[in-house]
Nanobody, 123 residues
Framework: QVQLVESGGGLVQAGGSLRLSCAAS????????MGWFRQGPGKEREFVAG????????YYADSVKGRFTISRDKAKNTVYLQMNSLKPEDTAVYYC????????????????WGQGTQVTVSS
């Protein structure tokens, strides 16, 4: 059974940092792309960042480029999202997801999802 378990969310002041983790288990993800998405209050789920499990080119939403960094540790089967210079508009539930279809930005193209972790940025 595939499981993606996020952790690391919390409350932080604007300008602060958080690192989210996504522990993956239940299958081999070597041919998958891993993504981070977020869903703010009253908003649709949106793409944040992506990375191939095997490593390589990372890709980001324009709104987080230069502030967020996605990475993965194959030995630990974990994907990370380092978030710096956080803004109140970054407040959302953050989800980890896995897609077998290569680099994708639409939620519908991801097969596996975690339960989400809340990030709240105060002004």
């Amino acid at each position: 059974q595939v499981q993606l378990v996020e952790s690391g969310g919390g409350l932080v002041q604007a300008g602060g940092s958080l690192r989210l983790s996504c522990a993956a288990s239940g299958r081999t993800f070597s041919n998958y792309h891993m993504g981070w998405f977020r869903q703010g209050p009253g908003k649709e789920r949106e793409f944040v960042a992506g990375i191939p499990w095997g490593g390589g080119l990372t890709y980001y939403a324009d709104s987080v480029k230069g502030r967020f960094t996605i990475s993965r540790d194959k030995a630990k089967n974990t994907v990370y999202l380092q978030m710096n210079s956080l803004k109140p508009e970054d407040t959302a539930v953050y989800y980890c997801a896995a897609s077998p279809r290569g680099p994708r930005r639409r939620p519908g193209e991801y097969d596996y999802w975690g339960q989400g972790t809340q990030v709240t940025v105060s002004s």
